[in-house]
């Protein structure tokens, strides 16, 4: 990897460039939360994996870029469809193949083969699967999710529509925190565990081919765009999905989650004013507080509250993905994962896309 973003060593610490690290912690939080409270994972974990790349590729890139979830992954662990184990051999084989992808400069040709509706409907998938688990989950629990619901709409009425579930998010601490008290600081225990390969199944393929899918659109090839068009920065797809390999290689092993870079949080915090790196500096920290902190809310967070939360994060996914130059494509992948599995829509949708670029 290219060292030459150490020499943009402007970083600020301002009131815009906090601001812009919340517009890019909108959709983490909130997912994070959820893996950690209906799986065995550790949010302290997940958090501090979130924490140490936020600043290391903020000050490597010398930009405020982005380091999210790999939301096809967190959606099908999240789902049940995924095991803890094989959610971790799943990041490790993307960060495989994102590292050879991305050192080796082949992005841009295995970026032919999936189109931009194929993308779409692997993005409208997930969110159906999300959506499926967010009301699931609520219905154990109308009042809360009544209550979720009318605080959400309260927010998207005021103009804040992508910022209402991590409100949500919010307004579920305060009220575990008046259930069970304000929690006590834990310093988490480091160890090194790689899965077993007994949990590399078809299902772990299947769902890292579909984030994969994900990925080279959005956290690569859409990503390196915004940072040219908002930063003038000559940051290509193959560094960031070499940087993305790199990431998933060294943090998964310490229990954090398959990360990636991301097109939305970019876009996130360029809105909310981030203008240099300080912006990752700050959401790190933040991150590392919440690791330290949240630990015992988790445990007692209401789960009518979480579903409201996916429900909404599932609403946005889908209306990303019918902005679509092919709508009957895109909901037809969109539809066959969310009723089969997100790998075998993936499949399917990428030879109905080639069959229609070669009718064209």
Known sequence: ????????????????????????????????????????????????????????????????????????????????????????????????????????????????YVG??????????VGLLLLETGIRLSLTGLTLALVSTIVASIVIIGGYRTASPLVVLCVGVVFTITQVGVPTPQLPAFTVSLPNLSSLSMTTIEGTVAQLAMTVGNAAVATSLLLSDYYDADVSADELSTSMGVMNLFAVPFGAMPMCHGSGGVAGKYAFGARTAGANVILGVIYAVAAVLAVGIVAAFPLPMLGIVLALIAIELGRAGLDTEHVPLTIGIGLLGAVTNIGIAFVAGALGYLLLEQRT
């Open 1 to 112: 990897m290219s060292s030459e973003y150490w020499r943009n060593d402007v970083v600020e610490f301002s009131a815009s460039e906090f601001t812009g690290a919340i517009g890019d912690s909108v959709t983490v939080f909130p997912v994070v939360v959820a893996i950690a409270a209906l799986t065995e994972l550790s949010l302290t974990h997940l958090l501090l994996g979130f924490a140490v790349f936020q600043i290391v590729w903020g000050l490597y890139y010398g930009l405020p870029v982005s380091v999210e979830p790999m939301k096809a992954l967190a959606a099908l662990v999240i789902a049940g469809a995924l095991t803890a184990s094989e959610f971790a051999v799943a990041g490790l084989l993307a960060g495989v193949v994102l590292l050879v992808v991305g050192s080796t400069g082949t992005l841009g040709r295995i970026e032919q």
């Open 116 to 125: 931009q509706p194929v993308i779409r409907g692997v993005q409208l998938g």
